[in-house]
């Protein structure tokens, strides 16, 4: 069984595209997060919600926007998709929130590249 | 603010010689530390963490970790590496009041037979 599950896993597209990622996790967490990791393998936090509640939600163009429909999904919808979105994206589920001890569980990534 | 370093980018061992990954980090209060792997194509598999208690910490895979408080460090090693080990190995920090991971840069490790 999956815990953390990405789709899709390859996401070709053009410029100026709009593009949505889902992400479920049947962990029963409370809490999920999106990472972006670059073309250096460099991995950053872009949100995180608590219970369908936007946590965090780090310097990212507004074109990416987070929806969590109920707390086991967390989906990334991304519009007028540029160059500079090509990367790798992560989705993960934790826990709890407060508890940061608590490991984060990592999807497989969605690989997004721009034309 | 809080971040990790890991000071080697890349690094080459032999398969069966021992294995150190360096990470040190700068953080306030009392860090929880993380090791997660990344094989090629896929994502991010914990290996072990530290919150408290015992510094040497034992993982997954045959992997260990100390924590060192007055060198702000969290060196993962293995005593024999095994050619499955090469992957990308990333040193996180888990902030305390929002629970997100701040990651290091990330060592690649390649084994040579």
């Known amino acids: 069984d999956t815990a953390v599950s990405q789709t899709p896993k390859y996401l070709v597209t053009q410029m100026g595209n709009d593009k949505s990622i889902k992400c479920e996790q049947n962990l029963g967490h409370d809490t999920m997060y999106w990472y972006k990791q670059d073309s250096k393998k460099f991995l950053k936090i872009m949100f995180s919600?608590?219970?369908?509640?936007?946590?965090i939600n780090e310097t990212v163009p507004n074109r990416f926007s987070p929806k969590s429909p109920d707390k086991a999904h967390l989906n990334l919808h991304i519009n007028s998709l540029e160059l500079g979105d090509s990367a790798v994206y992560f989705c993960?589920?934790?826990?709890?929130?407060?508890?940061?001890?608590?490991?984060?569980?990592f999807g497989d990534g969605t690989r997004l590249s721009i034309l | 603010a809080q971040s990790v370093t890991q000071p080697d980018i890349h690094i080459t061992v032999s398969e069966g010689a021992s294995l150190e990954l360096r990470c040190n980090y700068s953080?306030?209060?009392?860090?929880?530390l993380f090791w997660y792997v990344q094989s090629p194509g896929q994502g991010l598999q914990l290996l072990l963490k530290y919150f408290s208690g015992d510094t040497l910490v034992q993982g997954i895979k045959g992997f260990e970790a100390e924590f060192k408080r007055s060198q702000s460090s969290f060196n993962l090693r293995k005593p024999s590496v095994h050619w499955s080990d090469a992957a990308e190995y990333f040193c996180a920090v888990g902030e305390g009041s929002q629970g997100n991971l701040i990651f290091g840069k990330g060592t690649k490790l390649s084994v040579k037979p």
């Open positions: 993960a589920s934790s826990q709890d929130m407060g508890a940061p001890n608590q490991p984060q569980h």
């Open positions: 919600y608590n219970n369908k509640e936007l946590i």
């Open positions: 953080y306030g209060a009392t860090p929880y």
